[in-house]
């Protein structure tokens, strides 16, 4: 059934234009040179996602020429994975991740989360979140742009001057390292904390009736952090009151965090952080936030925030918290951070805070002093980043090889070495590849590669390879996921689970109880498809089931998803026809008009076309229930299309 017409107005303020190409001098394809940077490659791209950690977020990945090479969501472990196919050209890759639910918060992010993929490769760890939106927008403003060198300068600017609780993130890179079971914690307790400060700056602005977003304050942030600091004195995009207030907001959001008791919309997070770490973790997390301790960036940022309010709001209870927070030291827990800092000390940086976010700009310039003096300078040189599972087992007269994924922040050239070289392996400085072909039964112990980059060394954990002469015993692979349950009718459902298998081998999926609606991917696990009308109801006992060549398996618990049924809605689109061309000239060719929009802003995946220049109202739709962006363009005789009108937002119910 409809649910009414609703009225949005649209006014096409584009013109129609047309331009002519000359072609001088055109190569044949056959004289063209092929170089590394126009061949077209496959690159697996996967990584997590998160303020929080965020699920069902709206991702775009994109050339850096703002091509979109795929659409996709964050699943329900908060990660993703997709497959990209691009030439070398078009990296630095930019990833974008709008709206879903933060598990922390439980509604959507409070700005856009970006990231990116720096250059060519084949399989690319790309974290979304907090740390990596900074150096985005850090980047934007440096000279020469998004370029794979500049992003790995902002990184280590944005975690030297805004380190929330990194520790081995802090070496190894939060943008790009694999989040796992021993660091899921940390990258949750840093991106909440920068999160929760991104929110209290905004509000406090917002308090004092100054216009602010999620999205402003970390586009000033970014922008500011030009030279290592934020001081309100850095690039074009600075905002030097947002600085100030981030600052001492840092110190009051790190005080939280150093006890234990991060507070996410004014209440103690902790638990539900907690809570959401375990939901997204594949098995028990080797840190709870509860256990994490206080690093040095942690205690730089607080000492610099607490100095700068009591250069402009001492006070008695500030001191007192001054005095108090001279006792903390790097590497103490929780409870003991607590036993040493006064109760009130929440309660004390909010009134500081209300006086900075309300005075004067010369409160500002003070706080923002106090800051650029107490700042650490951002490092100089980092470690270069080393990673890889090598087999620890290979059978006597089959091969072996082991290349580890290696890359440099600072973009420098790595060599590699290793210790404990078995004597049938060779090695490559090169690339760290160790190859060979074992030919008696022999066990290799204490295997090290390294990775430098002339000045500093990072290493693989120290293995061990066994020659057998038979081969070892089979492991069974593991899956796990937990599938949505619920889809309206109409609407697109997907579900990926997680697999491994021990021994690396290839494995395929089966499924029982597969709706009629939907497609099931055997070497992917993916069930997907789109329910209609008629497919309303529910469909239980669903299992999926991992295999390996052996036969051995695993299965997700037997899960059900439930059909629901929606009214749908229409909505009626009004405008202005245009009548000029974008040079000024009178436009007497107009064809017609197409209307985009989707349910993500600037994300528009559906379409129509109205091939009537003479009308200037359509209605669109079979609308589901939600919110929706609509923009219209003309297009004239010739099928030459204008940009894309203001946006117009209307809600379905």
């Keep these: 059934m409809q649910a009414g017409s609703l009225s949005v107005k649209i006014r096409i303020t584009t013109s129609l234009f047309v331009t002519a190409v000359v072609l001088s001098g055109c190569l044949m394809d056959e004289e ?115 370029t794979k060198e500049n992003l790995a300068t902002a990184e280590g600017y944005v975690v030297n001057a805004m380190n929330h609780g990194l520790t081995g993130l802090a070496t190894t890179g939060a943008m790009g390292s694999l989040i796992d079971n021993d660091n899921i914690a940390e990258v949750v307790r840093a991106s909440e904390s920068i999160g929760e400060t991104v929110r209290r700056t905004r509000d406090l602005q917002l308090m004092f009736s100054r216009p602010s977003s999620g999205d402003t304050v970390m586009q000033s942030l970014g922008s500011d952090l030009i030279d290592g600091i934020v001081d309100g004195r850095g690039g074009p995009r600075v905002d030097a009151r947002t600085a100030a ?26 638990a539900v952080m907690n809570a959401a770490i375990s939901q997204v973790s594949e098995s028990t997390p080797t840190t709870m936030i509860d256990e994490l301790l206080a690093t040095p960036g942690m205690l730089d940022a607080t000492r610099i925030g607490l100095d700068a309010c009591l250069a402009v709001a001492a006070s008695s209870e500030l001191q007192q918290l001054r005095d108090a927070f001279s006792g903390v030291q790097a590497g103490m827990d929780p409870m003991f951070v607590r036993s040493l800092i006064p109760d009130n000390y929440r309660q004390t940086l909010d009134a500081a805070l209300q006086s900075i976010a309300g005075g004067s700009d010369a409160v500002v310039d003070t706080v923002n002093d106090v800051a650029r003096d107490g700042a650490t300078p951002a490092p100089e040189n980092r470690a270069p980043n080393i990673s890889g599972t ?28 290793i210790s404990g070289q078995p004597g049938w392996a060779s090695f490559d400085m090169s690339t760290g590849e160790l190859s060979g072909t074992p030919t008696v039964e022999a066990t290799h112990n204490n295997i090290v590669i390294s990775a430098t980059d002339g000045q500093l060394t990072s ?23 937990t599938p949505p349950t619920q889809v309206n009718a109409n609407s697109a459902y997907s579900f990926i689970p997680t697999a491994s298998d021990p021994d690396n081998e290839t494995l395929m999926f089966s499924i029982s109880g597969e709706p009629v609606w939907a497609n099931f991917n055997t070497s992917t696990g993916e069930l997907s498809g789109t329910p209609t009308d008629v497919h309303v109801g529910v469909y239980s006992d669903i299992r999926i089931t991992v295999a390996d060549p052996s036969n051995a398996t695993d299965q997700l618990n037997p899960f059900t998803i439930t059909v629901n049924a929606v009214s749908l809605g229409s909505v009626t689109l009004n405008w202005t026809p245009p009548t000029q061309n974008e040079d000024g000239t009178t ?65 379905v119910p």
């Excluded at 990296?91 to 720096?118: H, K």
């Excluded at 290979?394 to 420098?412: I, K």
Aim: hydrophobic share 35%; aromatic share 6%; proline share 7%.
């Design 587 to 651: 436009l007497t060719d107009l064809a017609g008009y197409r209307f985009y929009w989707g349910t993500t802003p600037g994300v528009y995946t559906n379409s129509e076309t109205v091939a009537n220049p003479g009308i200037t109202s359509h209605v669109v739709n079979n609308l589901v229930p939600g919110t929706y962006e609509f923009v219209a363009t003309s297009y004239n005789d010739s099928g030459v299309e204008s940009v894309y009108s203001n946006p117009a937002t209307k809600i």
């Design 459 to 481: 290493s693989l954990p120290a293995f061990t390879i066994t020659v057998t002469a038979t081969p070892p015993p089979n492991s069974p692979p593991t899956i796990s996921g």
């Design 32 to 146: 063209k040179a092929e170089t590394g940077d126009e061949l077209l490659s496959d690159n697996e791209l996967s990584g997590s996602v998160g303020d929080g950690p965020v699920i069902s977020a709206a991702m775009r990945v994109m050339r850096n020429d703002g091509v979109v090479l795929v659409e996709l969501e964050s699943d329900a472990n908060a990660g993703y994975n997709v497959t990209i196919r691009t030439k070398g050209k078009y990296y630095p890759l930019m990833i974008d991740a709008r709206g879903g639910t933060d598990l922390v918060t439980n509604r959507a992010p409070d700005f856009v989360l970006l990231g990116a993929v720096r250059q060519p490769g084949t399989k690319t760890v790309a974290n979304v979140n907090p740390i990596s939106t900074l150096a985005i927008e850090l980047t934007r403003d440096l000279p020469g742009g998004i």
């Design 390 to 417: 090598p087999n620890t087992s290979v059978m006597v007269g089959n091969a072996y090889t082991f290349t580890p994924d290696a890359s440099d922040p600072d973009s420098d050239t790595l060599t590699f070495s």
């Design 245 to 270: 207030i981030a600052t001492v907001v840092a110190a009051q959001v790190l005080l939280e965090s150093m006890q234990a008791e991060l507070h996410v919309n004014d209440q103690d997070a902790t």
